[in-house]
């Protein structure tokens, strides 16, 4: 794998391969944990309006 250290491409070192791995899959775990936070908020706000009888005009009219 490659690296741009101050304007040098270079190999990454093992080290440093290693931990852009670690990294890569931590970003990748919290993508998918905020993607699944909005999914659930978006359901649950969904199963609220739906509770309340509210049209999507209604809702549109009521948040602006």
């Known amino acids: 794998m490659r690296t741009n250290d101050n304007g040098v491409e270079r ?3 093992e080290a440093e391969q290693i931990a852009h791995e670690a990294w890569a899959k931590l970003a990748q775990a919290e993508a998918k944990a905020q993607a699944k936070a909005a999914a659930d908020k978006a359901t649950a706000r969904q199963a609220v309006i739906t509770k309340l009888g509210l049209t ?7 948040l602006g």
């Open 56 to 62: 999507a005009d209604e809702v549109a009219a009521l």
């Open 11 to 13: 190999d990454m070192t």
